[in-house]
């Protein structure tokens, strides 16, 4: 999984990284569904993943809930379910006292640096729960920050030449 951000988002966030400390990682929520066994279904699974974060300063601590979901199917045509699992984590960041981060460097921070540092947390908690249905956890991929690539330029157009009739 990759998330991908702009220049301008990760040099937000980057005064915000250098003014705060992760301070707790707290599981909010959790739901698993076992839709279906392993063995009546066609492998191999693939692995659907969303995932979605909400923000908010409480005095000098930012709270950023992350949420996700995963979800695995087999590997036929209808696309038959095997499993899902929501699971959403509270991030705390205690931010120096005097340092107030505007919104656009709290919304950049809450869509990368904290959906990275809850990334092994979701991981264990998927791998544990799958592992309590009797399933072969699925190996959730590691998570890469990297920048968006910048939109190429049009080219511009080029006038076509026309022949010139001699005279």
Known sequence: MIISQEHKEIEAARELTSKSELKRVRLRRCYANLQGEE??????????????TTASMISNVLRVEVNFNFQAFDASEAKAALFSVECSFDVDYEVEARYAPNQEAINAFKDGNAVYNCWPYARECVQNITSRMALRPPPLPLLRMAPKPKPKAAKPVEAESMPVAKS
């Open 39 to 52: 063995d009546q279904l066609q492998a191999p699974f693939g692995l659907a993943q969303t995932h979605s």
